[in-house]
């Protein structure tokens, strides 16, 4: 498949709140160019798909397949269908981790590039995956937030809080961006300036 028979592939069969973000994520590892990108929650696998199709660095996909109180609660069948898909798009970059955020943590030495934070959403567990995961982060490394836009989960409330400097898409639930890299962030703006929140 080429990178554009790829991302159709997961548009298609891979449906998502999270796609909207698909285009951003695609710019970003080419921007970045990370060795080490982590996505906190596979779920469906739309994410961890969108960052791995231009085949740049290692994503490790970390989920523990159970779902959660906000998402709902998933079976084994999730798992096998992320396998599968990521089969069909021989996406030979993406490293599925089968466990929870803090039982990889145990173990995990690996300088990120770039974190993506979409697990439990409410205040304690979002806070506590930021704190303990932005350990890794590389010193111009980029964390980014989804449902930073919901106004019922607790993702929008540490969002505000987060003092580095940040920007937010407002569209596909929120995606909020926070890096050192104040160029980055600013090249984010120009290029996708329709989709920013004016407050940050």
């Given amino acids: 498949m080429t990178i554009q028979e ?4 997961i548009k298609e069969f891979v449906p998502s709140v999270w796609s909207g973000h698909s285009k951003f994520a695609d710019w970003l590892m080419r921007y970045k160019n990370p060795s080490v990108m982590v996505d906190l929650g596979v779920d469906s696998g739309c994410s961890t798909f969108s960052f791995a199709v231009c085949g740049i660095g290692t994503v490790y996909g970390i989920d523990w397949f159970r779902g959660d109180p906000n998402t709902g609660y998933r079976d084994e069948k999730t798992k096998i269908e992320v396998m599968k898909h990521i089969n069909v798009l021989d996406l030979f970059n993406v490293n599925i981790m089968h466990m929870s955020f803090d039982d990889a943590l145990r173990d995990w030495t690996l300088p990120i590039d770039i974190l993506h934070i979409d697990g439990y959403h409410a205040y304690d567990a979002v806070s506590h995956d930021y704190r303990e995961w932005t350990k890794f982060l590389k010193p ?7 449902d930073t836009c919901t106004e019922w989960l607790s993702v929008k409330e540490w969002f505000h809080e987060i003092q580095e400097p940040k ?6 639930y929120g995606l909020g961006v926070d890096s050192k890299d104040t160029v980055l962030l600013q090249d984010i703006r120009n290029n996708f300036a329709s989709l920013m929140d004016s407050r940050y």
């Fill in 167 to 172: 920007l937010n898409f407002t569209n596909s």
């Fill in 6 to 9: 790829k991302c159709n592939y």
């Fill in 140 to 146: 111009n490394g980029v964390v980014l937030l989804h």
